[in-house]
């Protein structure tokens, strides 16, 4: 069974600063990592993915992602953040051997200051 | 190209009621999963079906059900609501071939109220 974790409820930043979600994820087999983003009132839209190879991802609107296997952590990184990033942040992750049903974490809030 | 769509957006219904909803999976996918979330929470996943038959299911009772057409779009059904049943119902589609079944797109939603 795989679980994730996401240690932040919420996340205030400031415009124009960078931002770090963390994602800490279990799992007794190997599994695909995701991250997807929930605008208000909206469905999910992926943001980035590791299947395999490089441990640097990089996603849509300047997000990227790292993973780290002996840490089990797969965190959100974007260098300065923009008002329109205002969102609802998943980290998720699926088993690599059925890549069937995904498993979210809690979600994170970003909210952006002016 | 049409994305996942879901009908409808919204709905309430009363606590013992029956509730049908629709989705139409991204064209060229075959494989649709269905999830719930509720208020302040991630998605959680219900059941996936794949050629007309539910191939995993997840922690749901089975008031919950549903149906994959030929046309690979698929219904959610849930019986005898409970007022915890409301929630946004989120469909996922991808296609199960070469290796892309990891990809999942997922539409807008169905936002229901139970009262």
């Known amino acids: 069974a795989q679980s994730v974790t996401q240690l932040d409820s919420q996340v205030p930043v400031f415009e124009e600063a960078p931002v770090e979600l963390r994602c800490n994820y279990s799992?007794?087999?190997?599994?695909?990592l995701f991250w997807y983003v929930q605008y208000p009132n909206q469905g999910l839209q992926l943001l980035l993915k590791?299947?395999?190879?490089?441990?640097l991802v990089k996603g849509i609107n300047g997000f990227e992602a790292e993973f780290n296997k002996s840490q089990t952590s797969f965190h959100l990184r974007k260098p300065s953040v923009h008002i329109s990033d205002t969102a609802e942040y998943f980290c998720a992750v699926s088993d690599r051997s059925s890549a069937s049903k995904i498993i979210f974490g809690s979600g994170t809030r970003l909210s952006i200051r002016p | 190209d049409a994305g996942v769509t879901q009908s409808p957006t919204h709905l309430i219904k009363t606590r013992g009621q029956q509730v049908t909803l629709r989705c139409s999976p991204k064209s060229g996918h075959d494989t649709v999963s269905w999830y719930q979330q509720a208020l302040g929470q991630g998605p959680q996943f219900i059941f996936q079906y794949y050629e007309e038959e539910e191939r995993q299911r997840g922690n749901f009772p089975d008031r919950f059900s549903g149906h994959q057409f030929p046309n690979y779009s698929s219904e959610l059904n849930v019986n005898a609501l409970l007022l915890g049943d409301s929630a946004l119902y989120l469909c996922?589609?991808?296609?199960?071939?070469?290796?892309?079944?990891?990809?999942?797109?997922f539409g807008p939603g169905t936002r229901l109220t139970v009262t």
């Open positions: 996922a589609s991808s296609f199960r071939g070469t290796g892309l079944s990891h990809e999942q797109y």
């Open positions: 799992s007794s087999v190997s599994v695909y």
């Open positions: 590791y299947l395999s190879g490089s441990t």
